[in-house]
């Protein structure tokens, strides 16, 4: 088992080495190369978000607030590290899920009180050779600095990316959205069918 092969050039690089192996070899990685057998890892379902979340978040949920924990985890797209550091930095600070609602919903990652103190950053940590002490924001920016490098063009339409509601948006509508002049097209197109290869962006 390899995990974290992120990088495509990488994964391509070693494709005949590993097909010549008399094994089978699981890889973890975020990189979707033509004509691999790929299994998509699809985010972790109601039931399961709400277990890891209360797992790391022992401050009490009413159940008349139960539907408050979903709205949060439906924030957090029910992103397994995500919903993990959000727990552990609310259970440190003592944040009711009210409160913490309202801060994720407004800040999101960046809220002073989510930021306060240092969380374990657990199994992941330990995976990626990271901090095992670190704050939510600043953990996160060392994960995006760990991942494949990307270009110029990449990171600028990824950063746009981020500014739209989570949801599901055709070529034609990101072409709109971001004002992607004819001439630019291209490249625009060339710039998704890479990062989607990269595991960035899902088709």
């Known amino acids: 088992m390899i995990d974290n092969a992120n990088e495509l050039k990488d994964l391509l ?3 005949q080495r590993l097909r010549s192996l008399r094994a089978t070899t699981l890889i973890t990685s975020r990189a979707q190369p033509e004509d691999w057998s790929i299994i998509k890892i699809e985010e972790l379902s109601h039931k ?3 277990l890891l979340f209360t797992t790391h978040y022992r401050v009490g949920i009413a159940v008349e607030q139960m539907d ?3 709205e949060l985890l439906e924030r957090l797209n029910h992103h397994t590290l995500l919903v993990e550091l959000i727990a552990k930095a609310a259970d440190k600070a003592n944040l009711s899920i ?3 609602n309202e801060l994720v919903q407004k800040n999101y990652l960046h809220d002073e009180k989510l930021n306060e103190r240092q969380i374990a950053t657990g199994a992941h940590a330990d995976h990626t050779k990271l901090p095992q002490q670190a704050r939510v924001e600043n953990y ?6 760990e991942m494949p490098k990307l270009s110029d063009a990449e990171q ?3 950063r746009y990316m981020t500014l739209l509601p989570s ?3 055709s070529e034609s509508e990101l072409e709109t959205y971001f004002q992607i002049a004819t001439d630019a097209k291209s490249e625009f197109l ?3 069918e890479s990062l989607t290869s990269k595991g960035w962006l899902t088709q």
């Open 13 to 15: 690089e070693c494709q």
């Open 48 to 50: 399961d978000a709400y």
């Open 68 to 70: 408050l924990v979903y």
């Open 98 to 100: 009210t409160e913490l």
């Open 140 to 145: 996160i920016q060392m994960v995006f600095k």
């Open 156 to 158: 600028r339409y990824l």
């Open 167 to 169: 949801n599901e948006y």
């Open 190 to 192: 060339d710039t998704l």
